[in-house]
């Protein structure tokens, strides 16, 4: 990875999760409002993210599923209308990075292990961007997201389970119009 600051592109973008859903089905959602910048050291171990999505702007393709994700039952995004991914220090894994980054949902900040892969750098097509994969599995417990009636069939409503994928494009800082 080239050296720099580099800025989260938006629009290409993307923050997303997977969660079981009545112990078979997938559900499968994102976040629209992503932010964040990226500092590559000239040392993996010098390198930090910071990286935010806006609660609000969740969507899962269901309008009542995604309007009851918002409320006090799941993320509140009245009350904390912000989730963060902040870390430093990325290890080298074979052909990948580790990441031990702290994630907050709900003002519960844990800190999880991410994987991340180096899709695309430097001068390359586009020149100047920087491409991403951040991987981790967290327990929506440990961030107070309780909600979970039991089913008729034996078992849960939702998984406790989550898988988060982080699919960033950055521009270098430099690079950005004023």
């Given at each position: 990875?080239p050296?720099?600051?580099?800025?989260?592109?938006?629009?290409?973008?993307?923050?997303?999760?997977?969660?079981r859903?009545?112990?078979?089905?997938?559900?499968?959602?994102?976040?629209?409002g992503v932010?964040?910048?990226?500092?590559?050291?000239?040392?993996?171990e010098?390198?930090?993210v910071l990286?935010?999505?806006?609660?609000?702007t969740?969507?899962?393709?269901d309008?009542?599923?995604?309007e009851?994700?918002?409320?006090?039952e799941?993320?509140d995004?009245?009350?904390?209308?912000?989730?963060?991914?902040t870390?430093?220090?990325?290890?080298?894994?074979?052909?990948r990075?580790?990441?031990?980054?702290d994630?907050?949902?709900?003002?519960?900040?844990r800190?999880?292990e991410?994987t991340?892969?180096v899709?695309?750098s430097?001068?390359?097509?586009p020149?100047?961007?920087?491409?991403?994969?951040?991987?981790?599995?967290v327990?929506?417990?440990?961030?107070?997201?309780?909600?979970n009636?039991?089913i008729?069939t034996?078992?849960?409503?939702?998984?406790?389970l989550?898988?988060l994928r982080?699919?960033?494009v950055?521009?270098?800082?430099?690079?950005?119009?004023?």
């Amino acid at each position: 990875m080239p050296p720099g600051l580099w800025t989260v592109d938006p629009v290409r973008s993307r923050i997303g999760f997977t969660a079981r859903h009545l112990l078979v089905a997938k559900i499968r959602g994102r976040f629209l409002g992503v932010a964040g910048t990226i500092d590559v050291g000239r040392r993996p171990e010098d390198s930090s993210v910071l990286a935010s999505a806006e609660a609000a702007t969740i969507t899962t393709g269901d309008p009542d599923r995604d309007e009851h994700l918002r409320s006090a039952e799941f993320l509140d995004a009245a009350r904390w209308p912000l989730l963060t991914i902040t870390g430093a220090g990325l290890r080298r894994a074979g052909d990948r990075y580790l990441l031990d980054a702290d994630l907050t949902i709900r003002d519960v900040t844990r800190t999880v292990e991410m994987t991340i892969i180096v899709r695309g750098s430097g001068d390359g097509p586009p020149p100047g961007h920087l491409a991403l994969t951040g991987t981790a599995r967290v327990d929506r417990r440990e961030f107070g997201l309780l909600w979970n009636p039991a089913i008729e069939t034996a078992g849960v409503l939702v998984g406790d389970l989550v898988d988060l994928r982080l699919d960033v494009v950055a521009v270098r800082a430099d690079d950005l119009p004023d």
